[in-house]
């Protein structure tokens, strides 16, 4: 979700606001999601790196994840969405972690749809602590080192209990994935509007899915084999 700051910096407004513009955005693009059939939707909400950016800016952040937390769970609820958070969330704030305990706990039962929120999120930091998980796997016997695969790596990602995406898409026209779930994306399809994300919208959402929609995917196989059925 990306150009926030821009958004606010055309229209001479400090970048926090551009922030809470952004977390309008949330409300619209997730809500066209779940009209669109779509039943998993993951924002890159914080990075690891964003701990870096100016004290008040990241504050400002943290408080405006708070506020959509306490805003957002009647209208979860109302909809049956089922709250996900991937990362090192025992390292936000504790009144954040407080109430994304709250929230998930609340909409634990919920199946149907599923809002994935990545805060404190960074791919090389999840292949770290996956590796380390799974060397203590080995030590103490829960695995074989020599049965590692793909397949069983997999359930030590944070993600282990949610599906690879099949599509990502990144605004403001920045054309770089910035350290998000690079090996979950290994084979999905990936789409750079210069839209920036305060402006994103239910249009651009569905603009995104139809060219997705265009684009043959063959995970290795070739054209003819895909239509001729080949598994």
Known sequence: ?????????????????????????????????????IR?????AFSVENWRRPAEEVSGLMGLLDYFLKRELDTLIKNKVRLHTIGRT??????????????????????????????????RTE???AARAYATAVRDGREKLEDCSWERFNRYLYTADIPEPDL????????????????QLAYAELIFTPT?????G?????AAVDEY??????FGLTSEQIKAGTK
């Not at 998993?40 to 890159?44: E, G, N, Q, S, V």
């Not at 920036?196 to 994103?200: A, G, M, T, V």
């Not at 929609?213 to 063959?218: A, D, G, T, V, W």
Request: net charge positive.
């Open 127 to 129: 292949a770290a602590d």
């Open 213 to 218: 929609n265009k684009r043959e995917r063959r």
């Open 196 to 200: 920036l994300w305060p402006e994103f």
């Open 168 to 183: 990502l898409i990144r605004t403001s026209g920045e054309t770089r994935i910035s350290n998000f779930l690079m090996l």
């Open 40 to 44: 998993y939707i993951t924002l890159y």
């Open 202 to 206: 239910k249009s651009d959402l569905q």
């Open 90 to 123: 025992e390292d936000l704030p504790a009144n954040v972690q407080r109430e994304l305990n709250r929230v998930k706990a609340a909409t634990a039962g919920f199946t149907e749809w599923n809002l994935v929120l990545a805060l404190n999120y960074g791919a």
């Open 1 to 37: 979700m990306d150009g926030n700051g821009r958004w606010a910096k055309q229209r001479g407004l400090p970048r926090l606001e551009g922030h809470r513009r952004g977390v309008e955005t949330v409300r619209t693009v997730t809500d066209a999601a779940r009209e669109m059939g």
